[in-house]
Nanobody, 117 residues
């Protein structure tokens, strides 16, 4: 089992910035991809960004150029730097990891991000 704990959410005005952090613990051997998803009220959970074991990153089109994902391999942490936030970025942000060899997924509890206009 992998435990994920997110932090860094909050309320911010449009145009502002937030930094999310996620710490992985437990059975962390063979963690492959780490990433962030979000879910807005009434909408499905969607990928925001993810980073592979080799450092390759993928971003949702809606956040490209504004958000940056990074990973500390030694500390088993993943971060999401969010700049130029928009009201449509509001939602619960979830940390996610998958493990080799079967791609087993683990989720954090989520952290609320609210962007006011």
């Amino acid at each position: 089992q992998v435990q994920l704990v997110e932090s860094g959410g909050g309320l911010v005005q449009a145009g502002g910035s937030l930094r999310l952090s996620c710490a992985a613990s437990g059975s962390i051997i063979s963690i492959n991809t780490m990433g962030w998803y979000r879910q807005a009220p009434g909408k499905q959970r969607e990928l925001v960004a993810r980073i592979g074991s080799g450092g390759r990153t993928i971003y949702a089109d809606s956040v490209k150029g504004r958000f940056t994902i990074s990973r500390d391999y030694a500390k088993n942490m993943v971060y999401l730097e969010m700049n130029s936030l928009k009201p449509e970025d509001t939602g619960v942000y979830y940390c996610n990891v998958d493990k080799l060899p079967y791609g087993t997924n683990y989720w954090g509890q989520g952290t609320q991000v609210t962007v006011s206009s």
